[in-house]
């Protein structure tokens, strides 16, 4: 039951094969079982079930409130969550419980979902890894596939337990383990510069950004607030689909959220693409990317141009510079964001008493780790009053120039446009961190930030397996709030693929450096 997708879920818990209770109950053992992983950063049994017998009381009656009734989902833990520690794997905000919920969390609660849990993340969410948060790093649940133990020859059995793991990707690596590993049926991430599609790639499943302004943002703890977009994570398109329906629309609480009300949709079977043009940037042809996702990339394509649909390369010329740009602007936000935690209103607070100063600096160098102080320093220099023209007034210039070949590109008649994700399936995590955290961010944003910068919606679509055994994905990009057409193409690309199931081995692993999962209830 665990296995199947969240529609057929649904439809054994309208039909009574299974209940809400059980199904909860099944998903919590499993996260136990699977603890070893790091997925989850508080995991809320007590109020779980509690949601779970609600819902089985609202099936007896016969009055589920839809499809995600009963659903086991989790919650990437910069989302704010009523009654539940909220930490964003940082020191300044351990013990941080919140006063409401962001939207996206009570519009799940309404359609009455049951929250397991918060998963988790790179500190703020600044990383591709979800190695650098304070809870510990990701395990890639693929790491403990049979696929990926056939193709792996390791020296020794230690080895093979305790270095040959491979990360998740990030930010939202912990939501990405939790639906691989089957412990939830769709969760929430962030998406900046693509923390959702990333990690997706790497674990095996379909990670959504929505159109920017398509889903709210309030509640979600800000890092870039003009990119910054809840990204959502499911086992399948479908499913991605039924999670939009139930999230997108205007929020009066979030002025960037789209005034028009959102209607909900099914995807339909495609049959014929004769009717689409799908575009194929070249400069998606990315130093470092591997032979085996060129590869893959070029099947995808030619799969298209034998079904029909016309094929064309097309030319985003100014996504060279949006890395960079990228950098310039997402520091310079994140030095205005985090500059509210100073110790005073909320979040840790240092015992230095010397001065209101050494207070607030004292309280920074504890909360924030190297990475997040980094940031911060990059994004103050680049706002200085001798630096700002120079550099973020630039900056947002060629964000514009990034966007408007988008806008030319979708204007020439092309649908969609068919890039790879990453530019290679997950590395071993002792591999992973002999690179600087900006390193690997300035590689690993490189085919998904784009999107971001031009707040269009993206999917990974998981497409193959790489000769290690691990998941490849591929990255469709649509036009402004095309997520109809942008997830009836992958939902007809998914069903192409065929791509296999995780055969995840699970077994009995104690790293004690893992356990600090803790338990948590609505108050």
């Given amino acids: 039951m665990l296995r199947a997708s969240l529609r057929e879920v649904s439809a054994a818990l309208r039909e009574g094969r299974v209940t809400p209770t059980e199904l909860c109950q099944r998903c919590l053992s499993l996260i136990k079982s699977t603890k070893f992983l790091n997925a989850y950063i508080t995991v809320a049994e007590e ?98 596939s049979r696929q990926f133990k056939e193709k792996s020859v390791p020296k020794s059995h230690s080895e093979d337990e305790d270095s040959n793991w491979v990360i998740t990707g990030g930010s939202s690596g912990g939501s990405a383990a939790a639906v691989s590993s089957f412990t939830c049926f769709a969760a929430l991430g962030s998406d900046t510069g693509g923390s959702t599609r990333n990690p997706a790639a790497h674990c095996g499943v379909v990670g959504l950004k929505p159109t920017y302004g398509l889903i709210s943002r309030h509640g979600l703890i800000p890092l870039v607030n003009s990119m910054d977009v809840p990204g959502i994570l499911t086992r399948c398109v479908d499913d991605a689909a039924v999670v939009l329906g139930s999230l997108a629309g205007h929020d009066p609480k979030d002025p960037t959220t789209i005034q028009d009300n959102f209607k909900p949709f099914e995807l339909p079977d495609l049959t014929d693409v004769s009717k689409l043009s799908i575009g194929i940037p070249k400069e998606y042809h990315a130093p470092g990317l591997s032979s085996e996702i060129l590869a893959l990339w070029s099947k995808a394509t030619d799969l298209f141009k034998n079904a029909g649909a016309k094929v064309i390369e097309v030319s985003l010329p100014h996504t060279r510079y949006s890395i960079v740009c990228y950098h310039v602007l997402c520091t310079a936000e994140v030095a205005s964001n985090m500059a509210r935690f100073d110790g005073l209103e909320y979040g840790h607070r240092s015992d230095m008493n010397k001065s209101t100063e050494s207070m607030y600096a004292a309280t920074r160098r504890e909360g924030f780790n190297d990475v997040v102080r980094g940031r911060i320093l990059s994004g103050n220099y680049f706002l200085l009053k001798q630096n700002y023209e120079n550099y973020f007034v630039k900056a947002q210039k060629v964000r514009r120039l990034i966007a408007s070949d988008f806008v030319k590109v979708f204007g020439s008649g092309v649908d969609i446009l068919l890039t790879p994700t990453t530019l290679s399936d997950a590395v071993p995590y002792m591999e992973f ?25 993206a999917i990974n679509v998981p497409s193959g397996l790489s000769e290690r055994g691990l998941p490849i994905g591929l990255q469709f990009i649509g036009q402004s709030f095309q997520e109809k057409q942008l997830l009836t193409v992958a939902k007809w690309f998914e069903k192409q693929v065929k791509f296999p199931m995780i055969q995840l081995e699970v077994k009995r692993h104690d790293h004690s450096a893992f356990q600090h999962q803790k338990s948590a209830s609505f108050s």
Wanted: proline share 5%; charged share 20%; hydrophobic share 35%.
């Fill in 47 to 144: 109020t779980a079930l509690k949601q779970a017998e609600e819902s089985e009381k609202r099936y007896r009656r016969g009055q589920p409130l839809g499809v995600l009734d009963g659903i086991p989902v989790a919650v990437k833990d910069n989302f704010n969550t009523a009654g539940i520690e909220t930490t964003c794997a940082s020191n300044m905000l351990k013990g941080y419980i919140s006063p409401y919920n962001a939207t996206v969390v009570q519009k799940l609660l309404d359609q009455g979902a049951v929250l397991l849990g918060k998963t988790n993340l790179d500190e703020f969410a600044m990383g591709s890894g979800s190695t650098d948060g304070v809870f510990g790093p990701v395990r890639n649940p693929w790491s403990y």
């Fill in 433 to 457: 961190i002999k690179e600087d955290n900006r390193t690997r961010s300035a590689q690993d944003d490189i085919l998904t930030q784009a999107a971001n910068m031009a707040g269009l919606p």
